[in-house]
């Protein structure tokens, strides 16, 4: 069987091969991975086609832009902030990620040539050192773009053997997955109607370099690309109506924009009420209307202050072109009433009220999956027994085994390039193992480490309660296999261990007493 990889075709052309998709359907594929589809123009040829750039793509570009932005505001960088970290855990002295290849079917010298290909993959990654932002990049944007450039050309098929040369990341913002459909006409039995059943389906990237300022692309300045040659992927989240892939961020779009108005409208109001305004009853004495209104314009703009608060910024400054928040009352006053006079109104009250700001701010990080109790920087981290652990935290333990899960398609798809083109294995072996591969990423924490402590002390304790009926109504294997959970391996693993032991502790026994002889 042939394989065809970023127009290299590896073994021997079959009249089989040159079919790319004999299942006919009146239905279109259904896969949410924010490809755009299409329909193959009449008129034929690539730039033949319509592809909605300034829908669709449009959108999916301002949702980019959009979920960058909302990384930069404080109370959403610190939920990324927790995120990525115990995702992502650096400084130790073990690896951040490593294969594991236990549930695969495969030789011992096939599983170190995978591992092998394993690790270069993370160098051409660079993984060891940019984990942290290839991760915050990815959980951000939902995206990930990597173009596979492979050693060698199509004149020399040798090198291309070795496999990938290069990865280059690719902004989001600049690409997009298209995936075109080609339909016929064919006619019931009573030759009626007709109805279009999908005979081919192609996939394709479409790259465009636009620029900060041109955040819509053209099809005239499309580059259409393989789809072998890019490393696609997306976060998993997908809008039900649209069908279009969101990033993690997406549902705390609302609850951050009503917290930036809440807290722009707190601050506003605790400027204006705060202070006490004064109101000036200005005697205008017999003066006639046009220069009693002037006098009093005269008096106001002499001493009325100019404080204008800048939402953008967070500064009041002293701008004359807007309206002052802190405008005092001015009166005029005819002859026969009071003189002039100067009265005070009282600020506002309970002013230091901000539950309305918490109860969004908990909302947000409720957004983020990240638990209520990080939103409190004043507690302290508590190193207690593991049934201190809050249910929140067990909860975001999961959201992050998930996150992992997803990203890691990144390593499968590129060891998937590198092990078919190296042909260390056929593409049909690998839909076999694909499955069955696990990558274990490095984890530091506490909680952890209690918990399973935790889990083998009511285990140990379970023993010595079953101690006195081992023999009679409970066997010595069922309580390894029911109680203490152990696999038929780590029963063998620890058996030779024990036996090993055992043989070993007589000879040192005998060594320490010849040694007080």
Request: glycine share 6%; net charge negative; with cysteine.
């Amino acid at each position: 069987m042939a394989i065809d990889l970023f127009g290299f075709r590896f073994g021997r052309k079959n009249e089989k091969d040159l079919v790319q998709n004999s299942n006919k359907s009146f239905v279109e594929p259904e896969i949410y991975d924010g490809a755009q589809t299409i329909e193959e123009s009449a008129a034929g040829g690539f730039f033949g086609q319509y592809v909605d750039f300034i829908g669709s793509s449009k959108t999916e570009n301002d949702l980019t832009h959009k979920y960058r932005a909302m990384s930069l505001f404080p109370e959403c960088d610190q939920a990324i902030e927790d995120i990525v970290n115990d995702a992502i855990i650096v400084g130790t002295n073990n690896r951040i990620v490593d294969i594991n290849l236990d549930h695969t079917k495969l030789s011992d010298n096939i599983k170190e040539k995978v591992t092998a290909e394993f690790d270069n993959v993370l160098s051409l990654l660079n993984f060891n050192n940019k984990a942290y932002e290839i991760f915050k990049r990815w959980y951000i944007d939902g995206k990930l773009y990597y173009h596979i450039i492979l050693h060698g050309d199509e004149k020399n098929e040798k090198n291309v053997r070795k496999g990938i040369s290069e990865l280059r990341a690719i902004d989001p913002v600049k690409i997009r997955k298209v995936r075109k459909v080609q339909k016929e006409q064919v006619r019931d039995e009573n030759n009626r109607t007709t109805i279009p059943l999908v005979k081919n389906v192609q996939e394709f990237f479409l790259f465009t370099d636009t620029t900060p300022n041109t955040l819509t692309p053209t099809t005239a300045s499309g580059i259409k690309i393989a789809k072998d040659a890019i490393c696609y992927v997306t976060s998993g989240q997908v809008d039900s109506n649209t069908k279009r892939v969101v990033g993690y961020l997406h549902k705390a779009i609302r609850p951050l924009n009503m917290l930036r108005q809440i807290e722009d409208a707190v601050v506003i109001y605790r400027i204006s009420r705060a202070p006490e305004r004064r109101i000036f009853y200005i005697d205008v004495g017999n003066l006639p209307k046009q220069k009693a209104e002037q006098y009093l314009r005269d008096i106001m703009n002499r001493y009325r202050n100019k404080l204008v608060y800048n939402a953008s910024t967070g500064e009041i400054r002293d701008d004359r072109k807007h309206m002052s928040m802190l405008e005092d009352y001015w009166i005029p006053r005819r002859e026969g009433g009071r003189s002039t006079e100067i009265t005070t109104l009282d600020g506002g009250q309970n002013l230091g009220e901000m539950e309305d700001v918490m109860y969004l701010q908990r909302k947000l990080f409720r957004a983020l999956n990240v638990p209520l109790s990080r939103l409190e920087t004043e507690a302290g981290f508590n190193l207690g027994r593991s049934t201190e652990i809050t249910r929140d935290e067990i909860k975001f333990g999961k959201f992050i085994d998930r996150l992992r899960a997803r990203f890691s398609h990144l390593f499968t798809n590129l060891l998937k390039i590198q092990l078919l083109t190296k042909g260390i294995m056929s593409e049909s072996d690998w839909k076999n193992i694909e499955q069955n591969i696990n990558y274990k990423f490095e984890t530091d924490s506490h909680f952890t480490d209690l918990k399973e402590m935790e889990i083998l002390k009511e285990k140990m304790d379970v023993m010595r309660e079953l101690q006195e009926y081992t023999g009679t109504y409970f066997s010595k294997e069922y309580i390894k296999k029911k109680v203490l959970r152990f696999s038929e391996q780590e029963l063998r693993e620890i058996e030779s261990q024990i036996e090993k032991e055992a043989q070993e502790e007589p000879q040192e026994e005998s060594e320490e007493d010849l040694g007080e002889i």
